[in-house]
C-alpha cells in the first residue's frame, strides 16, 4: 500500500513550455486534491475531484487544467508555464465518506522550478 | 477567501520544553486538523478534531477545538529533536470537501 505517489518529484521546464504531474492512489479514495505550497503561503488548493468525472477550481486554478483519468489518477497540466508557478505541489486523496471524508493523505511532493 | 491565523510563526526551543501553538479564524469550522511536514515531505495528518470543545491526544500531541469552533490549539509537550518540522491547521467548512490551511508554524528544536 504506497498511499499516494507522485511524479516526477524534480523538474526544471524553461518558460512557454508545458508538463503534466502525475498523482495516483491505492487508497479507494473518491476525493482527490492538487495543491501548491510556496514560502510563507501555506497550501493552497488548485483544483479538487470530488469523485470521478468531476473537476472543480480551488482558491488558484489560473494557468493550470486537471484531469481525473480514473479513480486512483489526478494529473495536473501546465500549459505554458510561467515563473509564478515555480513552486512545489502536493497531491492528496481523502476518504471516501462517512466522517473522516476531509481526512487528507498528501503525496510526497513536486519540486517545479521554471526559469 | 477564508484565513485561518496561525501563530506563531516559529518557535526556537530546547529540548524537553512543551509547545503551544494555535490557529484562529472570524468564521466557523466544522472540523479542525493539524498536520506536521517534515522538510522534504507531505503533510501528514496528526490529529483530527470533529466536535466544539474536543479533546483528542496522540502520544505527546494533544489538539483542542475551541468551543466557538473558530480556534484550535495544539501541545506538544516534553520536546524532541524529531519534533522538527512545520506544523498546519487545517480548517473545513460545510458539506464540501475543501481544507483551509494555516501558514504554518515552523518549530526548531535545539538538542
Known amino acids: 500500500n504506497a498511499g499516494v505517489t507522485q511524479t516526477p518529484k524534480f523538474q526544471v521546464l524553461k518558460t512557454g513550455q508545458s508538463m503534466t504531474l502525475q498523482c495516483a492512489q491505492d487508497?479507494?479514495?473518491?476525493?482527490m486534491y492538487w495543491y501548491r505550497q510556496d514560502p510563507g503561503m501555506g497550501l493552497r488548493l488548485i483544483y479538487y475531484?470530488?469523485?470521478?468525472?468531476?473537476?472543480d477550481k480551488g482558491e488558484v486554478p489560473n494557468g493550470y487544467n486537471v484531469s481525473r483519468l480514473n479513480k486512483r489518477e489526478f494529473s495536473l497540466r501546465l500549459e505554458s508555464a510561467a515563473p509564478s508557478q515555480t513552486s512545489v505541489y502536493f497531491c492528496?486523496?481523502?476518504?471516501?465518506?462517512?466522517?473522516?471524508?476531509?481526512?487528507?493523505?498528501f503525496g510526497p511532493g513536486t519540486r517545479l522550478l521554471v526559469l | 477567501g477564508q484565513q485561518l491565523n496561525q501563530s506563531p510563526q516559529s518557535m526556537f526551543i530546547q529540548e524537553g520544553e512543551d509547545v503551544s501553538m494555535n490557529c484562529t479564524s472570524s468564521?466557523?469550522?466544522?472540523?479542525w486538523l493539524w498536520y506536521k511536514q517534515d522538510p522534504g515531505e507531505g503533510p501528514v495528518l496528526l490529529i483530527a478534531?470533529?466536535?466544539?470543545?474536543e479533546l483528542t491526544s496522540n502520544g505527546r500531541l494533544t489538539a483542542q477545538f475551541g468551543i466557538t469552533r473558530k480556534d484550535s490549539f495544539l501541545n506538544i509537550s516534553a520536546s524532541i529533536p524529531s519534533d522538527v518540522g512545520i506544523y498546519f491547521c487545517?480548517?473545513?467548512?460545510?458539506?464540501?470537501?475543501?481544507?483551509?490551511f494555516g501558514k504554518g508554524t515552523l518549530l526548531t528544536v535545539n538538542p
Open positions: 487545517a480548517g473545513q467548512r460545510g458539506s464540501n470537501y475543501k481544507l483551509t
Open positions: 475531484s470530488a469523485s470521478e468525472g468531476t473537476t
Open positions: 492528496a486523496s481523502s476518504d471516501p465518506g462517512g466522517r473522516g471524508l476531509e481526512t487528507q493523505y
Open positions: 478534531l470533529y466536535k466544539a470543545g
Open positions: 468564521s466557523i469550522f466544522n472540523t
Open positions: 487508497m479507494n479514495h473518491n476525493s
